[in-house]
């Protein structure tokens, strides 16, 4: 990975999506890999942050040094997700005293979605409460319990580093949080109710805060209006894209028979919907996903021709890396082990 330094200091590195092999994902054009999948090409460009190895490194290690992993298979697990790197791809221009933070946020969220899988949903709301209480700093944590302690510090880190942005990122938080014990998660949907129950599953107001933070921007309640559209256009693109990759993911918790690990996935939606083969369901779905990248474009172009402003083009510019970078990352952790 090169680096590029500017006077501001280091700049994002495009990085090229894998042709052949789980790694080499540096020299060849986005979507060439997909060929024997017949996914079909993009137009979008995928970066990761320059600082993307000595952060994820940092941020892995912190967490093996202090998570109760209970056993070395799960540690090992741990390291294949590489949680770290997804935040990295998602926000390639982070400013560099807020992506460990980040990283630490995004990395304890999804090791605690893995704890809720575990978990009934009463069961799971109530352990999300008493997150959502310690993130907002109202109660003390108890020292002995990883979850606890780490929920809270990085959100008093969060806070000491951009209080007002950090607060606005609270709720959306705790929205993607509770989206997880959603009783909707238990109820059969068709395809447009859920994409619409989604845009909360998938945090896209928690990720679009997010944008804000990692590059300090204050959007007026008049741009946060302009650019709802464009993001909900593109929660539905990476909601998608994910369902397809972590499908096999997903029918494996659904083997454990857990309350709250029901099938809820767009490619099981079509294919029973249109009646056709899961393959068949993720191949409608990928091209599904090129088009909404086409309407992305649109979108964007309609509202900057409104108001254009460096700020929201900054903004769109990462709305854009976030689709990208969820693509590359899901199609390469080992998080989402494939049958392809």
Not at 59 to 68: A, I, K
Not at 124 to 133: E, R, T, Y
Not at 244 to 250: A, F, L, Q, V
Request: hydrophobic share 40%; glycine share 2%; net charge negative.
């Amino acid at each position: 990975m090169s680096t590029t330094t500017t006077e501001q200091g280091p700049v994002a590195t495009t990085v090229a999506a894998p042709a052949v092999g789980f790694k080499s994902y540096k020299t060849m054009p986005f979507a060439e890999c997909f060929n024997k999948l017949q996914i079909p090409a993009t137009a979008f460009t995928v970066r990761t942050h320059p600082l993307t190895d000595k952060v994820s490194d940092a941020v892995n290690q912190f967490f093996l040094d202090v998570w109760p992993f209970s056993s070395e298979k799960g540690r090992k697990k741990f390291l294949g997700a590489d949680f770290p790197r997804f935040v990295c791809y998602y926000f390639p221009n982070a400013l560099e005293d807020r992506l460990k933070l980040v990283c630490e946020v995004i990395t304890h969220l999804f090791i605690i979605d893995d704890v809720l899988e575990t978990m009934s949903l009463k069961d799971g709301q109530a352990f999300n409460n008493k997150l959502i209480a310690l993130a907002r700093g109202e109660v003390q944590p108890d020292r002995s319990s990883p979850p606890e302690w780490i929920m809270y510090d990085v959100w008093e880190g969060m806070r000491k580093c951009d209080k007002d942005l950090a607060d606005a990122m609270l709720q959306p938080c705790f929205d993607f949080m509770k989206a997880q014990t959603d009783p909707r998660r238990l109820t059969k949907m068709n395809l447009e109710q859920y994409l619409e129950y989604r845009l909360e599953d998938v945090g896209k107001q928690f990720l679009s805060a997010l944008i804000c933070f990692t590059q300090r921007l204050c959007l007026t309640k008049e741009e946060w209006a302009l650019v709802d559209p464009v993001d909900k256009n593109s929660a539905r693109h990476i909601s998608v894209i994910n369902d397809i990759w972590s499908y096999d993911k997903e029918l494996k918790a659904v083997a454990l028979n857990q309350e709250g690990s029901t099938m809820l996935n767009a490619v099981d939606i079509l294919a029973d919907e249109a009646s056709m083969p899961i393959e068949s369901a993720k191949r409608v779905l990928y091209r599904l996903c090129r088009e909404w990248e086409i309407v992305h474009e649109t979108l964007v172009a309609d509202v900057l021709a409104q108001h254009d402003s460096p700020k929201l083009r900054a903004y769109f510019k990462e709305t854009e890396y976030q689709m990208s970078g969820n693509e590359i990352w899901s199609r390469l952790t080992l998080r989402y082990p494939q049958t392809h």
